[in-house]
T-cell receptor, first 112, second 114 residues
């Protein structure tokens, strides 16, 4: 059962514009959410996270928004740069049972 | 030097063979994890260890076993490999007070079972 879903396998945006990557989850016990970025032939690298007690977290060009009632989070990248082209994974943790689930990933392409 | 290393980086083997994937880390983290990545499924947790004497099954542990030889080393074994274990395998570590905080991933091992 896919408890964390990234319904868009790919996204293409123009350099300088905003990239919005979406993630939905089904388990209301998730208490912590993370985004990872992955380049080809490398392991994922941590990008940004948000606790379930917050609705927004910002780090430079990256902002994560959490809507608990809708069980939805999104990653905004502004402005997008060609170096942001990668696969982005959404992940969620259930602290009560040490469960960790990842989405299938969204491939972002930022065109110059 | 990389903080989390995995060996081998690529491996092709045959059905029924025993395979061991190794992970080493220099970050001094207590927590280590093994994941597999399949197209369309993202990363799925196989096993995790929160310290040397702690081993726990993850979402998809059947067909796998692990060994935590030391704080810095966490090995994944496939006792009798089968083709649907063909995947990209990642080791990860994390520190801090909470599990699954920022995880640091190795570069991955691409395993093909024929």
């Amino acid at each position: 059962d896919q408890q964390v879903k990234q319904n868009s396998p790919s996204l293409s945006v123009q350099e300088g514009r905003i990239s919005i990557l979406n993630c939905d989850y089904t388990n209301s016990m998730f208490d912590y959410f993370l985004w990872y970025k992955k380049y080809p032939a490398e392991g994922p690298t941590f990008l940004i996270s948000i606790s379930s007690i917050k609705d927004k977290n910002e780090d430079g060009r990256f902002t994560v928004f959490l809507n608990k009632s809708a069980k939805h989070l999104s990653l905004h990248i502004v402005p997008s740069q060609p170096g942001d082209s990668a696969v982005y994974f959404c992940a969620a943790r259930n602290y009560n049972n040490n469960d960790m689930r990842f989405g299938a990933g969204t491939r972002l392409t930022v065109k110059p | 030097d990389a903080d989390v290393t995995q060996t081998p980086r690529n491996r092709i083997t045959k059905t029924g063979k025993r395979i061991m994937l190794e992970c080493s880390q220099t970050k001094g983290h207590d927590r280590m994890y093994w994941y597999r990545q399949d197209p369309g499924l993202g990363l799925r947790l196989i096993y995790y260890s929160f310290d040397v004497k702690d081993i726990n099954k993850g979402e998809i542990s059947d067909g796998y076993s692990v060994s935590r030889q030391a704080q810095a080393k966490f090995s994944l074994s496939l006792e009798s490999a089968i083709p649907n274990q063909t995947a990209l395998y990642f080791c990860a570590t994390s520190g801090g007070s909470m599990p699954y905080n920022e995880q640091f991933f190795g570069p991955g091992t691409r395993l093909t079972v024929l």
